[in-house]
């Protein structure tokens, strides 16, 4: 959100340069971190860290190691408002050592068939060095699919079960405003999160944060919500709490990259919480000072310059259907992400159209959607109201024109 557009709602939390920078450094630093459904925790170690380090934030965890982050200081009488993010990211996992030049890796996530084939891979031991591979033949697994990899010739790295396996893909870099880099799903939103909670305590330190504003980060998403469903069964979020789960969403032409972050009022499997999700939006409204998209009777010139959208993502699920299908008010706030779990031309690939071998690629994101989803989380947690003003909306309307029936 520039300075010169930010709404005076907003004015307070609107954030400077300095800021940015950090954000951007922490999106970097945890979007290259390997981790894989149940093996998380460098990531989570990263986070500690961070937690460690502001002495006004208090780290907790439930029984299945899913990580609450809350405030020292919270206002009273408030309901929770929860930012959720999951750790994991599709990658393998060291199964079993053939030999010392061979691995059989299982994959923990959901990846084309086709992306596979002497696909080359970076195999992480406990100590982080790192040896790569190429995948030389696919294998019947019990849960999952796996697949023995070569590793690099003269290798003399040691290995353990349960050592993480990534792509091996270039660093991360920022190319045409986009970021490109290793796992932005869902990694870029924690690191969103964790920034507008960074500021959100900074507001409380003033006393001037009226809500209580916590951040969970769940663990094993990518093989079926795993830890979202443990955090469910555990009781981990309060039964009055209002839930974003965030999450990273591919971008189709309805929903594109750069058209700022989406608020989603559902998924492939089940329509979310509309109370919480129209509350949020209509915080995205006052945010940008208008309305995601434009009428009929308007020109695009009219939508103004802080963007975001509003959409149904029929096509994945999120961990918000867990939550609301548990009885949670619940939604989600997404960013639109390129090249899907790392595969690079994806819609041509799954119409068969592809004329080269499918390829594993970086995924990436817009710079603005990741800076416009923390502008969005830090008004939220400022101020989310009850709903999200269609019955007043309503009656104005009635106000203006009832006089019409009669």
Not at 45 to 63: F, G, Q
Not at 372 to 385: F, K, R, S, T
């Amino acid at each position: 959100m520039s300075h010169e557009t930010a709404s005076p709602i907003v004015a307070l939390t609107a954030l400077t340069l300095d800021q940015r920078k950090v954000h951007l450094r922490w999106l970097g630093e945890l979007t290259q971190l390997p981790t894989a459904s149940g093996k998380e925790w460098r990531v989570i170690r990263w986070v500690e860290r961070w937690a460690s380090e502001r002495s006004d934030v208090v780290l907790s965890r439930d029984p299945s190691g899913n990580i609450t982050l809350s405030l020292a200081r919270v206002a009273a009488g408030s309901r929770p408002v929860y930012f959720t993010g999951h750790l994991d990211h599709p990658a393998f996992v060291v199964e079993r050592i053939v030999s010392p030049s061979t691995l059989e890796l299982s994959f923990r996530g959901g990846v084309m068939d086709d992306y596979f084939k002497e696909a080359k891979v970076a195999v992480y031991n406990a100590r982080d060095e790192v040896v790569k591979g190429t995948i030389t033949e696919s294998l019947q697994g019990p849960a999952f699919k796996h697949y023995l990899v070569e590793l690099a010739s003269g290798s003399t790295m040691h290995h353990a079960l349960g050592d993480v396996g990534v792509w091996d893909l270039p660093r991360a870099e920022v190319k045409d405003g986009n970021f490109h880099t290793l796992a932005c799903d869902d990694l870029a939103a924690v690191a969103a999160a964790l920034a507008a909670f960074d500021v959100l305590r900074a507001i409380a330190a003033r006393g001037e944060l009226r809500q209580d504003v916590r951040v969970l980060l769940t663990r094993a998403e990518e093989i079926g919500f795993i830890g979202a469903i443990a955090a469910v069964k555990h009781g981990t979020i309060p039964a009055d709490a209002r839930v974003m789960a965030l999450e990273n969403s591919r971008s189709f032409a309805e929903s594109p990259i750069g058209g700022g972050p989406i608020v989603r009022v559902g998924d492939r499997l089940s329509v979310f919480s509309p109370t919480l999700t129209d509350a949020i939006a209509a915080r995205a409204e006052q945010v940008a000072g208008g309305a995601s998209t434009v009428t009929a009777a308007q020109k695009a010139s009219a939508l103004p310059a802080w963007k975001w959208q509003r959409k149904l993502m029929a096509g994945g699920a999120c961990e918000a259907s867990v939550f609301f299908h548990s009885g949670l008010e619940a939604t989600c706030v997404c960013l639109p992400l390129g090249n899907y779990h790392n595969m690079g031309d994806l819609a041509a690939v799954q119409a068969g159209t592809n004329t080269t071998r499918p390829t594993i690629e970086r995924e990436f994101i817009g710079v603005s959607d990741y800076e416009g989803l923390v502008d969005l989380l830090v008004a939220c947690g400022v101020h989310l109201p009850a709903a999200g003003g269609m019955g007043d909306r309503l009656e104005r309307l009635w106000k203006q024109h009832a006089e019409i029936l009669k």
